[in-house]
């Protein structure tokens, strides 16, 4: 497909009540067209297989829709993986709120099988000082690094993560609960330390108070000792939390 057939498929996806939806929780997002991501994942599947690596330099970039496109495509590309590392690098810095940068991490399942090469790729973004690089290393850790094999090398990774900016701030919470959702006995004793910021130490409980894998005696107590740190933080005159 050409640029202008791009478009065309895009716009016919498009569902005004999706768009309002979308614009509700991105605000200050680029052109919204409204497509919802099942919809985007099929034209992904069928620019990938036909159009294969051509179709990048086709989608348009003009809409939030466009971007997320261009990033599912690149998961379902067949290349090697030093080809695909390489045109997510050139993706990243079109990161520019979660939505992208989240959809666009489930996409690359390669991951599963390249999580040597992987790993090494991610650690500059870790160590970024852009948000949305930020976050990106995060959420791929928390996709495809958290299991016995990888967890305790997540959680060290995880702790040496300098977020400033919000998103990316609230991608680290969110992977260092995934890790204690993983495995409670491991990540407790880090949380019981409290070594991350303040702030991104009380999400990351929350975010492990509302899971609902959890059982109601790990919720009580996970709650009581995000009250005892957040008062610690009060006392000692660090506000900067949740």
Not at 143 to 154: C, Q, V
Not at 202 to 223: D, F, M, W, Y
Request: hydrophobic share 40%.
């Amino acid at each position: 497909m050409n640029r202008e057939q791009i478009q065309r498929e895009l716009e016919q996806r498009a569902e005004e009540a999706y768009r309002n939806f979308s614009a509700g929780l991105l605000p200050g997002v680029r052109r919204i067209l409204g497509v919802r991501l099942p919809a985007l994942r099929a034209l992904a599947k069928q620019l990938a297989r036909t159009d294969g690596k051509e179709s990048l330099s086709q989608i348009p970039e003009d809409s939030l829709e466009g971007i997320m496109l261009q990033g599912m495509v690149i998961g379902y590309l067949r290349c090697p993986a030093e080809e695909r590392l390489a045109l997510i690098q050139d993706f990243v810095p079109k990161i520019d709120n979660w939505s992208v940068c989240d959809s666009f991490c489930v996409g690359l399942k390669f991951a599963k099988a390249e999580k040597d090469k992987v790993w090494t790729f991610l650690q500059p973004y870790l160590h970024s000082d852009r948000e949305f690089a930020q976050r990106f290393g995060c959420v791929m850790l928390l996709n495809y690094y958290i299991d016995d094999a990888w967890l305790s090398r997540t959680v060290e990774a995880l702790l040496q993560v300098n977020a400033k900016e919000y998103y990316a701030k609230m991608a680290l919470a969110w992977a260092m609960a995934e890790c204690y959702l993983q495995d409670p006995a491991a990540v407790l004793p880090i949380l019981q330390q409290n070594l991350l910021a303040p702030d991104v130490q009380q999400k990351a409980l929350q975010k492990i108070i509302e899971s609902r894998t959890i059982t109601p005696k790990v919720r009580e107590e996970i709650r009581a000792l995000k009250q005892e740190q957040r008062e610690r933080a009060a006392k000692t005159g660090d506000q900067n939390s949740l």
